[in-house]
Nanobody, 124 residues
Framework: QVQLVESGGGLVQAGESLRLSCTAS????????MGWFRQAPGKEREFVGT????????SYADSAKGRFTVYRDTPHNVVYLESNNPKPEDTAVYYC?????????????????WGQGIQVTVSS
């Protein structure tokens, strides 16, 4: 089992730096990927970005490219989601997820473990 705990959310001003952290514990040796998803009020959960746990290769949803960065600190079992220019439409509950699958990381059902979610509110 793997446990995931997000931190760093809250209220941020549009254009200010935002960084979320996700700390993994437990049996992390079998993990291949770490992803970030979000769910805004009244909307479905959507994929934001992901990073290969060992290789550090990242990929993003089209809507997130150029605005979000996902990276990891493997020795400390932490994955980050960062934005240098968050917008009000980025307001959502953000979820960290971990997968033992080798592919399909843009799809939530391919993830084995989820954090509890953390609220991010971007004010204009």
């Amino acid at each position: 089992q793997v446990q995931l705990v997000e931190s760093g959310g809250g209220l941020v001003q549009a254009g200010e730096s935002l960084r979320l952290s996700c700390t993994a514990s437990g049996r992390t040796d079998n993990l291949y990927g770490m992803g970030w998803f979000r769910q805004a009020p009244g909307k479905e959960r959507e994929f934001v970005g992901t990073v290969h746990w060992n290789r550090g290769i990242d990929s993003y949803a089209d809507s997130a490219k150029g605005r979000f960065t996902v990276y990891r600190d493997t020795p400390h079992n932490v994955v980050y989601l960062e934005s240098n220019n968050p917008k009000p439409e980025d307001t959502a509950v953000y979820y960290c997820a971990a997968t033992e699958y080798r592919t399909g990381w843009a799809t939530g059902r391919n993830y084995d473990y989820w954090g509890q979610g953390i609220q991010v509110t971007v004010s204009s």
